[in-house]
């Protein structure tokens, strides 16, 4: 065994990044090349491949053969990518995970920015790091978030369950169960880099158009923000009311 393997056997790291991929082959080798130049060596990368029928297995086991960076594969038979992160945090031996999409990478310090912020944490009640998403073109912080959070809170969470025909339920809903009252360190460094959109905008399909085509996956996703502990009072209300109007709609329907 070499140096990097025995180093691996007896460190556990303090960051596991899970990135769920299906047919993502073509994006995981920029992710890649970002994680194993970071200046924080101190993670596990865990790619939880949910039935991919491209490439994206035999290019895990490369990778991972390389040994610059601590690379898992986990094989998953299409169960959905709140299934797939929840497997990935069933193993992770970080005590933080963040989730990674293929599509993205990391700048050089996001490690290092994520791992510096939680050593300044303060007490049992903090839920982990949060800090912004870069946009590629500028490398400056746009609107969006991403949180690497303590990975006991997320192996506590319910799974939203996938239905059929509709879309897949929202994989924040993992993190909200986990962070659910608690608060978050926040650090200006972007943690993480998307592409840009070429049309400057992102077209989402309207909340009815939304509801209308995937009713059980919004109940089950008004379901869990309902049971939330530590919601305030009038936006419980809210969900509780949202969540009869959607058992009126599925019993008429």
């Not at 094989?75 to 990674?100: I, T």
């Not at 009252?181 to 943690?191: A, Q």
């Not at 009311?241 to 959607?246: C, E, F, K, N, V």
Request: glycine share 6%.
């Amino acid at each position: 065994m070499d140096f990097f393997g025995y180093f691996c056997t007896i460190m556990a790291p303090t960051l596991t990044i899970i990135t769920p991929a299906h047919n993502s082959a073509d994006h995981l080798r920029m992710l890649y090349e970002s994680l194993a130049t970071q200046t924080c060596l101190d993670f596990e990368w865990i790619i939880a491949d949910d039935g991919s029928t491209d490439y994206t297995r035999r290019l895990a086991d490369t990778l991972a053969a390389q040994r610059r960076i601590p690379v898992r594969l986990i094989s998953l038979d299409h169960v959905g990518r709140c299934a797939s992160l929840a497997a990935g945090y069933a193993v992770a031996e970080g005590e933080l995970a963040v989730c990674v999409e293929p599509d993205r990478f990391m700048p050089d310090d996001g490690v290092e920015a994520i791992l510096t912020a939680w050593r300044g944490r303060s007490g049992d009640h903090c839920a982990g790091v949060r800090g912004p998403v870069a946009l590629a073109s500028s490398m400056e912080p746009g609107r969006e978030k991403i949180s690497a959070l303590r990975t006991d809170l997320l192996r506590r969470a319910i799974i939203p369950q996938t239905f059929p025909g509709e879309r897949e339920p929202d994989h924040t809903l993992i993190e909200m169960q986990a962070m659910d009252g608690r608060t978050l360190v926040e650090t200006p460094v972007p943690l993480c880099i998307t592409e840009d959109r070429t049309d400057g905008f992102e077209v989402r399909p309207s909340a009815w158009r939304r509801f209308k085509t995937s009713p059980l996956t919004a109940r089950e996703e008004t379901r869990i923000k309902r049971n939330l502990a530590h919601i305030p009072l009038l936006q419980k209300l809210r969900h509780t009311l949202a969540l009869s109007l959607i058992e009126l709609y599925l019993k008429i329907k």
